[in-house]
């Protein structure tokens, strides 16, 4: 099965989602699954990712490879962003064959999280505050990156603390249900064909 992400933001995000998706293919028996994050064309921030034209031509560019498109974006405090997913969804089905998949999914509030779902937490941290948080990335995701001394490292630390949450993806998936739960429980559906 071949899988491409679909991130809003390419150069920070691909750190990320790329060790979270593949720990997910791993835990559902699926560790063959080729994972690839679409790099071109790139997406440059959340309304070119909402885009349809932007999505179809992924789609036509990718569809004789990929067997699943999976676009995750920010949540960033829009409750309506799910129903603006679910469109996408819908309009991508239209443009896929029957053999291909197009998922979309919204990261709670931001991806970030994820790379610290799989962490112990600074003392006094709380993890229902996190989620909550509508600026996350900014209020615990970086200040957690400066504790590691990983500023400087490829996407500012994202590398090194998304392949770590990766190795504790069942950590990862129980703290983020909203979010890794959902996607999860669609990429079963498929799998079970």
């Given at each position: ?20 998706i ?14 690839e ?38 949540r ?7 129903k603006?997913l ?24 931001e ?31 970086e ?51």
């Amino acid at each position: 099965m071949n899988i491409m992400i679909i991130p809003e933001d390419f150069p920070k995000d691909r750190y990320v989602l790329e060790p979270i998706i593949r720990a997910m293919f791993k835990y559902l028996k699926k560790p063959m699954t080729k994972v690839e994050v679409c790099g071109s064309p790139r997406l440059r921030g959340i309304h070119q990712a909402l885009k349809t034209e932007r999505i179809k031509e992924i789609i036509d560019q990718y569809k004789y490879y990929v067997d699943v498109f999976l676009l995750i974006v920010d949540r960033d405090g829009v409750k309506d962003r799910r129903k603006n997913l679910d469109k996408l969804e819908e309009f991508a089905k239209r443009h896929v064959s029957n053999h291909h998949h197009f998922l979309a999914e919204n990261a709670w509030q931001e991806v970030e999280v994820w790379a610290l779902a799989g962490h112990e937490l600074p003392k006094g941290w709380d993890w229902k505050e996190i989620r909550r948080e509508s600026n996350p990335k900014e209020a615990y995701f970086e200040p957690f990156v400066k504790t590691r001394n990983l500023l400087d490292e490829p996407g500012g630390g994202r590398k090194t603390l998304a392949e770590e949450s990766a190795r504790k993806y069942q950590s990862v998936k129980k703290r983020c249900p909203e979010d890794i739960g959902a996607l999860e429980e669609k990429i079963r559906a498929i799998l079970r064909g």
